[in-house]
């Protein structure tokens, strides 16, 4: 029960969260809300709600199969690379104010903390079935296929289509270094999912 709740709290909380910045921004701004789904972080949390339905309507049905755990385990993984990449990347670089500009908002406070906790939890202890390594490199592709992305955009798009550098990868002209660093930090991120799977 405790699992479907959370599930159905994933599930709702992302679309609501959309519908709310459209309301506020939408109507003055429509390019401002398309701007949005360049961010990991929205993406991970539509992946994360979006794979949290799945696997809703798969509890409710009486049985979970493989594959959709798998697309859960790689939702949450998504949401937890966002989440950590918050804390220990993004946070320090903000300096002392990081929680005003990262968790001041109903919505901030959603996608960058209190959704990926409740993928974890559900994930990690309600839907713990014991994971092989195989299974954990799945937690890999979020950010091996949004990676490029990123750094097509940032780098070698037309300029009028390029984006603004706001993960901060690229300073220094460091992208490489940033990017394996983000990817061996996933990798490490999904051993610990792993080992929580397996306890």
């Not at 859960?72 to 993984?77: D, E, R």
């Not at 990123?150 to 984006?163: F, N, S, V």
Request: charged share 15%; hydrophobic share 55%.
């Amino acid at each position: 029960m405790i699992d479907v709740i959370l599930n159905l709290a994933i599930v709702l909380a992302t679309p609501l969260l959309l519908i709310r910045f459209w309301r506020r921004t939408g109507r003055q701004d429509r390019e401002k809300f398309r701007a949005a789904f360049r961010f990991f972080t929205v993406l991970s949390n539509i992946l994360c709600s979006v794979t949290a339905l799945i696997m809703l309507v798969a509890l409710l049905a009486g049985a979970v199969p493989e594959w959709v755990w798998i697309l859960k385990y790689i939702g949450t993984a998504a949401v937890t690379v966002t989440m950590l990449t918050v804390f220990l990347f993004l946070a320090p670089s903000v300096g002392k104010d990081w929680y005003g500009i990262l968790l001041k908002d109903l919505g901030d406070m959603f996608m960058h903390l209190l959704t990926p906790l409740m993928a974890l939890v559900s994930f990690c202890v309600f839907e713990r079935r014991g994971m092989t390594f195989p299974q954990c490199l799945f937690g890999l592709l979020p950010v091996a296929l949004y990676g490029p992305v990123y750094l097509y955009h940032i780098l070698y798009a037309p300029e009028g289509k390029r984006w603004k550098d706001f993960y901060g990868f690229n300073r220094g002209g460091k992208w490489p270094a940033a990017m394996t660093g983000m990817l061996i930090g996933t990798f490490l991120m999904c051993l610990g999912i792993m080992a929580l799977q397996n306890l």
